[in-house]
């Protein structure tokens, strides 16, 4: 009989580990310790059962070094692949499971494919070219074919020395051709930084970019034929928020481009080369959520039903079929300030909060 007990409590034991899910939110926090290199730690929030469990602290880096940028996961877009790196917005790899850095060179994310991550890469004294790094050997190798090209589209660049900025054409062994002498003028008025002008390639010779005014305030979608050397306007886009300006072409559902222009998205149909405001992006099959910042808050949605509202950025809003995160703001006027996460569990339906200083960036769910 206390055998038999025993192999009882070994069975329940084991079908509650096998039962047992975590799903960790990965969240970067500033080193306020560490201000000079830009300090940052990496940490994962688990969720055991749908219950918040506590959070451990993965991995501590440095932002800069030598007064540049070294690890960066606090500027650009992060991806999480395989359930395990983390790729920063600047390049750099990071093993979440083996808890270092893999990578600390940079490049843009290209694509990750298998085993390789794959980057392109602008040098200023070795010019452009593609390379990978590979998971299994940690080797990070310059792709030497010069035939290779992953990247849809052609070697089209903005001149920016004066405004209006030039857009010109460098066409393999052929000297360059000036497609637009007025391709705009990059908010040349406006104060601060100026952000970078994407060029989004719908085909090997056509591409979208924006037109932008003088400030900041306006401007139009242009779409441009390389073989035409024909261009048109779908629309245009304009916000007076006070909030810095960036501009984002990114895929869409259903073939459409969506655009990014301070607190607005614009959803672009290439083909039937229309442009419309939208109220809603739809983050996945479950979630969807409010663009435009009202005073009461971007409202979030479960499959249509409204969950509440928050102040957040839209890029700190991420989910899984089980959770949904967001880095809860206060407004006063024009400043904003964190009020720590906040995550709304599916299996309660109902929003909790989580005490979390100085975030930096929140990266994405991991299932372990």
């Known amino acids: 009989m206390k055998y038999l007990l025993h192999i009882v409590l070994f069975c329940s034991l084991l079908s509650f580990a096998q039962n047992n899910t975590t799903e960790s939110l990965i969240v970067v926090h500033y080193d306020e310790s560490n201000k000079a290199n830009l300090g940052q730690f990496i940490y994962r929030y688990n969720f055991v059962n749908n219950v918040y469990a506590g959070r451990d602290q993965i991995i501590s880096i440095n932002g800069r070094k030598d007064n540049k940028d070294f690890v960066r996961c606090d500027k650009g877009e992060n991806t999480l692949y395989k359930n395990r790196y983390l790729i920063s917005g600047i390049g750099n790899v990071i093993d979440l499971s083996e808890k270092k850095v893999v990578y600390e060179g940079t490049g843009k994310l290209v694509r990750c494919s298998n085993d390789s991550i794959i980057f392109f890469v602008n040098d200023i004294f070795k010019g452009k070219y593609y390379a990978y790094f590979d998971l299994n050997t ?68 056509t591409f979208l970019f924006p037109n932008i005014k003088v400030t900041d305030l306006e401007g139009t979608i242009v779409k441009y034929n390389l073989l035409t050397k024909t261009s048109k306007i779908l629309g245009t886009f304009n916000s007076t928020a006070k909030i810095p300006a960036t501009y984002k072409l990114n895929n869409g559902s259903n073939s459409q481009v969506e655009f990014y222009f301070k607190d607005k998205l614009y959803i672009i149909n290439p083909t039937k080369e229309t442009m419309l405001i939208s109220n809603y992006k739809e983050v996945d099959s479950f979630f969807s959520i409010e663009v435009e910042v009202k005073p009461t808050g971007r409202g979030v949605f479960y499959k249509g039903k409204d969950i509440g509202k928050n102040h957040f950025q839209l890029n700190n809003f991420k989910s899984t079929p089980n959770f949904a995160a967001i880095v809860k703001e206060i407004v006063m006027g024009d400043e904003a300030y964190q009020q720590g996460l906040s995550v709304f569990n599916v299996s309660k339906m109902k929003w909790e909060n989580i005490d979390a200083e100085d975030v930096a960036s929140l990266i994405g769910w991991i299932k372990k």
């Open 138 to 205: 940690n080797i990070y190798s310059e792709i030497k074919s010069l035939t290779f090209k992953i990247i849809l589209g052609q070697d089209v660049e903005f001149d920016r020395r004066k405004s209006p900025y030039k857009l010109e054409y460098f066409p393999i062994g052929k000297p360059k051709v000036l497609l637009m002498d007025d391709a705009g003028h990059g908010g040349v008025s406006s104060v601060g930084n100026k952000a970078d002008i994407p060029i989004f390639w719908l085909d090997g010779n």
